[in-house]
């Protein structure tokens, strides 16, 4: 056994465990806090599997804005009337020996496929002159599976409709965490809220050559705006609901209205032609990073059920 | 055993305590990371096909982009589903979901 | 092994020592107030030393600025999260007693 796999198994095992821990912990709070960890343990294993892309990804929007919308949520519905009740429609052994039969059947499946040979890593390299872009997943993202995307970016949209239509009545985003927070915190944002933006620009414009991109860029955006939204200042809340509205949209509408540019331009929708798809990408990996960033800021801010007991005081 | 291998058996593991989790609690929340936790299953299980242990071409990037997406959609999804067992819990003061003939 | 190789080994078992020594701490002291202070000092100087350790890799100066940067950012981050987290044990401390 090399060194290499003895990480491998333990890094496996370290995620395995979490996982386990983060559903079935006895105090929900404590499952919570191990989901976060499960999420920047997976992050690390995406490193380890040559995708930081992935990485950066998982640990922004997978464990940090996830965690921290879970996290708010079992604040408010953390109690449980039985210490983890579960339900009991079987016996205890034949939910096991279900539970190990499902798991051979998804070990064996996994174990029969082995390590992709397709040629697709060589036909995306052959095709990134055209893109105008040096990172495949970002041309695999903006050109290649444009549609895909594009879709992706309307599902953000159909979330934050969804939950902005299930507001009660009379909440707001400024009527959460209203506490007098201690000066050390607002002093810590005020320093990390100007290097967090500075992140996203990096993140935003390093995306067409390195690992990062919209979406990472749009989730730190979105990690700034939670900060401030458990200080008190929700950054959504100064605007307007009108300008809100258009900041959602932004993202889907710009994507579409630059696959329309390259259709008049005589291509397919989506297919930038060569000259122009570098500065096209950016345009639109711009507008939704912007859409990103205030969808979900919007799910962690507009979260917050009005007449519930726990609001308005410490997070 | 290869990296693919160990990396393929923790893939299953996680669907498995995922897909039991999401079936044997009860609890909404525990449910939603069950839920989210399947997910995480499925993601390795795609980039572990675009993993490449030898050769001179890199690791295959379209399942990533699939991945990057399937990631902004979990968390999509999972807020969404929140937000509603947040509104159910300050209506009723449930964090369950009624079970009939149960409970 | 060159000498470069060398200071990045040795700086990296130094840090794994307080990193241990952080978790061991979580493990195995009382309250919560102890055990922020085992968990401070992995965060700050086990990192810190992860991080001198893998300046001696760096290739260019702005890839070493960027890991310096990675390093305060955490400590900044560290610094806040514990005193809230110390500040929200003592309310609840009060609450508890009184």
């Known amino acids: 056994m090399t060194l290499e796999m003895l990480f491998d198994m333990a890094l496996v095992g370290a995620v395995v465990v979490a996982a386990a821990y983060a559903i079935n912990a006895p105090v929900l709070i404590a499952g919570v806090f191990v989901y976060i960890v499960f999420g920047v343990l997976l992050s690390l294993v995406w ?23 879970v996290l708010d949520a079992a604040r408010q519905m ?74 992706e970016v309307g599902v953000l949209l159909v ?44 993140l935003l414009w390093q995306g067409s ?18 900060l401030l939204t458990l200080l008190g200042r929700p950054p959504i809340a100064r605007v307007s609901d009108r300008a809100r509205d258009a900041l959602l949209v932004v993202g889907f509408a710009d994507f579409l209205l630059v696959g329309l540019v390259a259709v008049t331009l005589g291509g397919a929708l989506f297919e930038y032609p060569p000259a122009w798809a570098a500065p096209m990408i950016l345009v639109i990996e711009s507008a939704v990073a912007v859409s990103v960033a205030v969808t979900l800021s919007l799910l962690f801010a507009a979260g917050g059920a009005a007449g519930d007991a726990s609001e308005g005081g410490v997070p | 055993m290869t990296t693919f291998g160990i990396y393929a058996v923790g893939a299953a593991l996680l669907l498995t305590i995922g897909i039991r989790g999401a079936l ?73 979901l009624p079970e009939e003939g149960l409970d | 092994m060159s000498p470069r190789d060398l200071a990045t080994v040795l700086l990296l078992l130094l840090a794994a ?23 401070t000092k992995a965060d700050n100087v086990g990192l810190g030393l992860v991080v001198f350790a893998l300046l001696f890799q760096a290739d260019s100066f702005l890839a070493g600025a960027k890991l310096v940067l990675i390093w305060i950012l955490v400590l900044i981050a560290s610094a806040t999260s514990c005193y809230l987290i110390a500040g929200a044990s003592l309310l609840d401390g009060d609450e508890e007693s009184g």
Do not use: C
Request: glycine fraction near 12%.
């Open chain 2, 24 to 96: 044997r609690r009860k609890h909404l929340l525990r449910r939603i990371l069950a839920l989210n936790i399947i997910g995480g299953g499925a993601f390795l299980f795609l980039v572990l096909l675009g993993y490449r242990e030898s050769g001179e071409a890199g690791p295959d990037p379209v399942p990533q982009a699939l991945v990057l997406t399937g990631i902004v959609v979990a968390v999509s999804i999972s807020s969404f589903a929140i937000v509603i067992a947040r509104r159910l819990n300050a209506r009723t003061g449930r964090t369950e």
């Open chain 1, 78 to 151: 953390g109690m449980e009337r039985r210490r983890n009740p579960r339900l009991r429609r079987w016996p205890g052994w034949l939910s096991w020996a279900a539970t190990a039969a499902v798991g051979v059947i998804f070990a064996g499946v996994f174990l029969t496929v082995s390590e992709g040979r397709g040629d697709l890593p060589q036909r995306v390299q052959a095709e990134l002159p055209r893109v105008g872009v040096e990172n495949e997943v970002t041309a695999v993202l903006l050109s290649y599976r444009g549609y895909d995307t594009w879709f």
């Open chain 1, 209 to 226: 050559r390195g690992p990062g991109g919209a979406f990472q860029a749009g989730a730190v955006l979105a990690a700034i705006a939670v």
């Open chain 3, 17 to 39: 020592f307080f990193f241990v020594a952080g978790v061991l701490g979580i493990v195995r002291f009382p309250d919560t107030l102890t055990r922020l202070h085992a968990v």
């Open chain 1, 159 to 202: 979330a934050a409709l969804g939950v902005l239509a299930l507001r009660a009545p009379g909440e707001s985003p400024a009527r959460r965490f209203r506490w007098d927070p201690p000066a050390v915190a607002d002093g810590a944002a005020d320093m990390l809220v100007p290097g967090g933006i500075l992140m996203a620009g990096y």
């Open chain 1, 47 to 69: 490193v380890r599997l040559g995708a930081p892309d992935l990485a950066i990804a998982e640990a922004a929007i997978g464990a940090g804005i996830t965690g921290a919308i």
